[in-house]
């Protein structure tokens, strides 16, 4: 017994498309001690009925991401049954491109804004608390014309 979404239930479900189902997992560490064989049954948007195997009464109503509780009615889904699983083979690896060498950029010098410098940028340039204030101020005065 696993912990899944009812979409995902196809994977422990025998040919009959029958499963056991425990009970919803929200909050749960433990399925309950019924388990019942049910079926799914799709409907639009999203909503899914759990349909009980033998008698036919809905045993929940529900979206399709809703986590339950699940296993196969004989403990083997039925893909186990009919083959066994071929060992999966290995990625190959894409062969590694060359980069292109890229011609450096040289760095440009920020274009000048038209005008002169406000008069408070350059009042801060030569009258800042600190030498690293005083500079920053004299580099913005720099980026005016003028």
Known sequence: MQTMKIAETANVADSKGVFVFGGKAAGRKAPKRELVPVKVESHPRGIVKLI??????EVLHSRTGTVI??????????????????????????PEMAEKPQAEEKPQAPAKKPGKAPKNFIELAKSGNTEAARAYWSRRVAEYEG
């Open 69 to 94: 509780f699940a296993g196969a009615v004989n403990g083997q889904p039925a893909e186990a049954e009919a083959k066994p699983k071929r060992p999966r083979k290995k990625a190959v690896k894409a």
């Open 52 to 57: 009980h195997a033998e008698t036919g009464e």
